[in-house]
């Protein structure tokens, strides 16, 4: 009888010490961070922003759209209400009359970047 009880003791022991962590638990770290891309003879324009505190992050991005339009996105997120998102557009939808091929870029020679 005295063998059982020192196995169970040992068993649960071990149950306990190979538990994992919670690794949400380990104290987020605020942060912020920022970019911006904007390419006028690509037409490429973009940008990303968000600051967080540790429990809470704000936020926006924003893009240029094919059909002309800016589209912008502001959020807030927290563990107890989600996710929430404030979506704008700035100017009018264009759409071409005419369509054609696609507008491509020939690489320049060199081999390598510039």
């Not at 009888?1 to 690794?23: E, F, G, R, Y």
């Not at 059909?67 to 563990?79: L, N, P, S």
């Given at each position: 009888?005295?063998?059982?009880?020192?196995?169970?003791?040992?068993?649960?022991?071990?149950?306990?010490?190979?538990?994992?962590?919670?690794?949400?638990?380990?104290?987020?770290?605020?942060?912020?961070?920022?970019?911006?891309?904007?390419?006028?003879?690509?037409?490429?324009?973009?940008?990303?922003?968000?600051?967080?505190?540790?429990?809470?992050?704000?936020?926006?991005?924003?893009?240029?759209?094919?059909?002309?339009?800016?589209?912008?996105?502001?959020?807030?997120?927290?563990?107890?209400?989600?996710?929430?998102?404030?979506?704008?557009?700035?100017?009018?939808?264009?759409?071409?009359?005419?369509?054609?091929?696609?507008?491509?870029?020939?690489?320049?020679?060199?081999g390598g970047?510039?």
């Amino acid at each position: 009888m005295i063998k059982v009880a020192t196995l169970l003791v040992v068993v649960v022991v071990s149950a306990t010490l190979a538990k994992p962590s919670d690794p949400y638990k380990s104290g987020a770290i605020p942060y912020h961070f920022a970019y911006g891309v904007k390419d006028d003879y690509a037409g490429t324009d973009f940008g990303h922003s968000e600051n967080s505190d540790g429990s809470n992050v704000k936020g926006s991005y924003n893009v240029q759209l094919p059909d002309g339009r800016k589209q912008t996105v502001e959020y807030v997120a927290d563990h107890h209400k989600g996710f929430q998102a404030n979506v704008n557009y700035k100017g009018q939808a264009q759409y071409p009359h005419e369509y054609g091929p696609a507008v491509t870029f020939k690489p320049s020679g060199g081999g390598g970047y510039h």
